[in-house]
């Protein structure tokens, strides 16, 4: 198996949570170097691992052949810009870059370099987002008429990353839950025609948007992407709407715990909910109206970086095409405008 030589841009908590024990686990990928720029915290765990201390440094390692751009929001289009053009390949972290015409350039610099270019748009991989995509395959509540995807949290408190809360672009609520949530709706449903948006902040404390409430138009179909952070007590996470019947779904997915708990991937029982997270159906099956609790399917990041693998050694597709990563940037421009301007703005 050919082994592609990795090198991280961070080690804060997406580096040592959401990327290194991936790329650990995955038989086709070395963690070769992480960029730290005065600690060695990678020591501890990584040891093997050479430690950078600026970006020119990890991108002058003839070595190194894939780069993932785990920073801060504002820094994704300058760091995937340079390590493009340094020859390397690249995932970059969501959302993918403050703006759209910085998204195109770096689609089409990708392009002209030859190289892979991917988001790690990881909620793809959750258990309760893969469980409603499988109630939708299966048709089981007929054509979809409504849905609601939500990702509410209860933080009077600002976060203790500064620069979440700091105004500036791509900061909020919207770009750092909102990528998600749009990313789901679209691979549910597809490309919207029109969106309208209510981005606020709620908190008196914040200096960024802590609340939004955006609907999605379909020719039969509305579909609200919601968030905020003054929300005690959660609706589900999921709630479909469909001509035979009804889903609701918890957002319970326990990958991101358990590996801030140094369980490492793959382990028994990796991805799996507690049976009491179960969704709820309740529908029309063979003429038979049925209330049920349905197993939910296991969650599994590691699909992601097997899939990265996968195009960049087997020349099969990326398991997030940049273009989604775009799309998703160009609606979040528009829900804001349609926020600001008070109207609904077709896309």
Sequence with gaps: ???????????????????????????????????ERTKELSRVTYPHAIIYRSLDELLADTAVELVIVNTPNVTHYDYTKRALLAGKHVIVEKPFTTTVEEAEELIALANQQGKLLTVYHNRRF????RTVQQVIREGLLGEIVEAEIHYDRYKEELSPKV????????SGVLYDLGSHLIDQAMQLFGKPEAVSGDVRIVRPISKVDDYFDIVLYYPNLRVRVKSSYLVREALPAFILHGSKGSFLKSRADIQEAALQAHTLPQSPGWGEEPVEEEGLLHTEI?????????????????????????????NKPVPVPVEDALEIIRIIREAKKSSNEGRVVKL
């Design 286 to 314: 063979n003429g038979e109206v049925v209330r049920k609790k349905i197993p939910t399917m296991a969650g599994n990041y590691y699909d992601y970086y097997d899939g990265v693998y996968q195009a960049l050694s087997n």
């Design 1 to 35: 198996m050919q082994t592609i030589k990795t090198a991280l841009c961070s080690f804060g908590m997406s580096g040592w949570v959401f990327h290194a024990p991936f790329i650990q686990a995955h038989p086709g990928f070395e963690l070769h170097g992480i960029l």
């Design 126 to 129: 959750d258990s309760d987002f």
């Design 163 to 170: 620069h979440k809360e700091v105004s500036g672009p791509a």
